[in-house]
T-cell receptor, first 112, second 115 residues
């Protein structure tokens, strides 16, 4: 079985400040890891993914994430957030049988 | 290329009524997924199709939910009869390959409210 934990349900941050959204996973097999963003009343959009190779992955909109196998983490970071980054962010893991499991999401609120 | 299309975008029904959702995946995508996203939660996989066959429906409440993907293209998800706890956004997603490392693309979702 696989699972994803996003401990922070909401993260408020001031505009232009850095942000880190935490994600931890568990799986008995090798996994692929994803971060998705969901803007209000819209579907999920892929931000970035880790499949193999370099543990630092860069995505769209200036986001990046680092895969840490020993800590089973895949935290999402951005050095300077904008108002337009206000959205809900979901971490997901794809493991055995190609099944994708999502975390419960973290709402990022950027404060002007 | 066109994205994943879903209709309707919104639906309001009373409990015990029936409802159906439609999904048109990206052309050529072999794998299709239906997810249920309850408010405040992450998406939960209901069913996964590979072409027109079911790969995983372990979390589909089969006493009331059904899904089909005739001809391996469009798909419909039906709820009959609906319960209050079925209120959620139903997301459809597709992926080009059955396996491999490619990306899953999501549609805008159908927001269902059961009164």
């Amino acid at each position: 079985a696989q699972s994803v934990t996003q401990l922070d349900s909401q993260v408020p941050v001031f505009e232009e400040a850095p942000v880190e959204l935490r994600c931890n996973y568990s799986s008995s097999v090798s996994v692929y890891l994803f971060w998705y963003v969901q803007y209000p009343n819209q579907g999920l959009q892929l931000l970035l993914k880790y499949l193999s190779g370099s543990t630092l992955v860069k995505g769209i909109n200036g986001f990046e994430a680092e895969f840490n196998k020993s800590q089973t983490s895949f935290h999402l970071r951005k050095p300077s957030v904008h108002i337009s980054d206000t959205a809900e962010y979901f971490c997901a893991v794809r493991g055995g049988y190609q099944k994708v499991t999502f975390g419960t999401g973290t709402k990022l609120q950027v404060i002007p | 290329e066109a994205g994943v299309a879903q209709s309707p975008r919104y639906k309001i029904i009373e409990k015990r009524q029936s409802v159906a959702f439609w999904c048109n995946p990206i052309s050529g995508h072999a794998t299709l997924y239906w997810y249920q996203q309850i408010l405040g939660q992450g998406p939960k996989l209901l069913i996964q199709f590979q072409n027109n066959g079911v790969v995983d429906d372990s979390q589909l409440p089969k006493d009331r939910f059904s899904a089909e993907r005739l001809k391996g293209v469009d798909s419909t998800l039906k709820i009959q009869p609906a319960k209050l706890e079925d209120s959620a956004v139903y997301l459809c997603a597709s992926r080009r390959l059955a396996g491999g490392l490619d990306t899953q693309y999501f549609g805008p979702g159908t927001r269902l409210t059961v009164l």
